[in-house]
């Protein structure tokens, strides 16, 4: 597609039900990533995928955050036994590869999943 | 571990003035590249201009411009002739590079807080 694509744009839940959030990279970008913003803060990290390589996971705070990526393309996000502070927009974001500097390194955002947990 | 910190929570400018918005990082890292990105009301995340570590000269996208201090470890972004549109959040951030300059040469984006940028008619 043109760009990034979140789904869903919104989702209220109930605490302790599980969500999976779904992104669709931008066509042939190798990088994806996810980051978690809460309502008047800054973008915290959460995993970051690159090729076949392994995951970098070092953001996921807790067990009962996961992400997968199928076939170097699709993401989704699950959280499990959704919490109140699991409340927040989550934003996925993809880069594209390039030879050194050009272009391998700059990310496009989607618009986000707002997640609100009742 | 790579930190970047934005002190000016909040600022604002009048429409056509210039405004500096201040980010510092801390890193151990010689290659890496910096970043500014801005986040309107409309959630919408937009890259607003990249600096590589090892370019000296400073770089420019139409009425945005850096000044890149490596030694000091600062990046602030300047904004020129400001307009109604700049309103947004604005986002200073950091990439390591990983490995050499290579295909899978990038890494994780390290974010600061944000400076909430406002423009007064």
């Known amino acids: 597609g043109a760009g990034v694509s979140q789904s869903p744009s919104n989702k209220v839940t109930e605490k302790g039900k599980d969500v999976e959030l779904r992104c669709d990279p931008i066509s042939g970008h190798t990088a994806l990533y996810w980051y978690r913003q809460s309502l008047g803060q800054g973008l915290e990290f959460l995993i970051y995928?690159?090729?076949?390589?392994?995951?970098?996971k070092s953001g996921l705070p807790s067990d009962r955050f996961s992400a997968e990526r199928t076939g170097g393309s699709v993401s989704t996000l699950t959280i499990q036994r959704t919490q109140q502070e699991d409340s927040a927009v989550y934003l996925c974001?993809?880069?594209?590869?390039?030879?050194?500097?050009?272009?391998?390194?700059?990310?496009?955002f989607g618009a986000g999943s707002r997640l609100t947990v009742l | 571990a790579q930190t970047v910190t934005q002190s000016q929570p909040e600022m604002s400018v009048q429409e056509a003035e210039t405004v500096t918005l201040s980010c510092t990082y801390d890193t151990s890292e010689n290659n890496y590249y910096l970043f500014w990105y801005k986040q309107p009301p409309s959630r919408q995340m937009i890259l607003v201009i990249r600096q590589e570590a090892y370019k000296q000269q400073n770089a420019t996208e139409n009425r945005f411009s850096v000044n890149f201090q490596k030694a000091a470890k600062s990046f602030s972004l300047k904004i020129s002739d400001s307009q109604l549109g700049d309103t947004a959040m604005y986002f200073c951030?950091?990439?390591?590079?990983?490995?050499?300059?290579?295909?899978?040469?990038?890494?994780?984006?390290?974010f600061g807080t944000g400076t909430r940028l406002q423009v007064f008619p």
């Open positions: 974001a993809s880069s594209s590869p390039g030879t050194g500097l050009r272009g391998a390194n700059v990310l496009t």
């Open positions: 951030a950091f990439m390591k590079q990983r490995g050499g300059w290579t295909l899978w040469g990038t890494d994780k984006l390290i």
């Open positions: 995928f690159q090729g076949n390589s392994a995951p970098d």
